[in-house]
Nanobody, 119 residues
């Protein structure tokens, strides 16, 4: 199993910045991709950004150029730097890790951290 703990959410004004962190523990040697998803009230959970173990990244179109995902494999941590935040970025942000074990590839999720963008 892989456990994930997020931190760094909060309230920020439009145009501001926040940095989310997610620390993994447990079967960390089996982790492949890590990423961030978000879920706004009344909407489905959506992918924000994903990063492979080797550092390849992919972003949702709505955040490209504003958000940056990075990863420190030595510290088992993934980050999401969010700049130029907009009210529509308001959501609960969830860290995700895809890990391998007998039977296939599985998902682990963090508990979520609230990000609110409002003046």
């Amino acid at each position: 199993q892989v456990q994930l703990v997020e931190s760094g959410g909060g309230l920020v004004q439009p145009g501001g910045s926040l940095r989310l962190s997610c620390v993994a523990s447990g079967r960390i040697f089996s982790i492949n991709d890590m990423g961030w998803y978000r879920q706004a009230p009344g909407k489905q959970r959506e992918l924000v950004a994903i990063i492979s173990r080797g550092g390849s990244t992919n972003y949702a179109g709505s955040v490209k150029g504003r958000f940056t995902i990075s990863r420190d494999n030595a510290k088992n941590t993934v980050f999401l730097q969010m700049n130029s935040l907009k009210p529509e970025d308001t959501a609960v942000y969830y860290c995700n890790a895809k890990y391998s074990r007998i039977g296939g590839i599985f998902d682990s999720w963090g508990q979520g951290t609230q990000v609110t963008v409002s003046s």
